[in-house]
């Protein structure tokens, strides 16, 4: 199962931008033991629109442009569901196991993602509760997505 990201706002060079890097590359490498590979990753300049509402509609519109044809939508918002890292690597397998070839998981701009795209998602996941900065959401994504490979093929990299 192909895995796609899109993030709303660019990575600038930085130690953020090397972390992300380095988790995605990991998963990219480790991925396909189990089924998982990594597709590409779309990066968004936020919209310029003069209100929320406008900008939020058009990065969305964005999305749409980028998502592969029948993927399994996945939001990453505030408001979504807190999973732990195991419940995280079961959705992922589950959904590869259903026979689903791809996945786009998305990281919404400083004012959130359009309600239309909250209606067609499959799954809405949060960090927690509390607002991250798209820099670490990003790292925080890469990282659980290899920690997610590690679950689903029994290496010991995940510890409870």
């Given at each position: ?96 196991d ?39 959401v ?6 659980q ?16």
């Amino acid at each position: 199962m192909r895995i796609s990201l899109f993030a709303v706002g660019r990575l600038k060079a930085g130690p953020e931008k090397e972390l992300a890097e380095r988790y995605l590359d990991r998963f990219a490498k480790t991925g396909p033991s189990v089924g998982l590979e990594f597709a590409k990753l779309t990066e968004v300049t936020e919209s310029r629109a003069g209100n929320g509402e406008t900008r939020k509609r058009e990065e969305a519109v964005l999305l749409d442009k980028a998502m592969p044809d029948g993927a399994v939508l996945i939001l990453l918002d505030e408001r979504g569901k807190a999973l732990d890292s195991p419940a995280f690597a079961e959705l992922l397998g589950s959904i590869r196991d259903q026979g689903k070839r791809e996945v786009m998981i998305a990281i919404g701009g400083p004012d959130g993602l359009d309600p239309d795209l909250r209606d067609r998602a499959a799954h809405t996941l949060c960090f927690g509760k509390m607002t991250w900065p798209h820099q670490l959401v990003r790292v925080m994504l890469g990282e659980q997505l290899y920690r997610a490979v590690t679950i689903l093929s029994g290496h010991p990299y995940h510890r409870v």
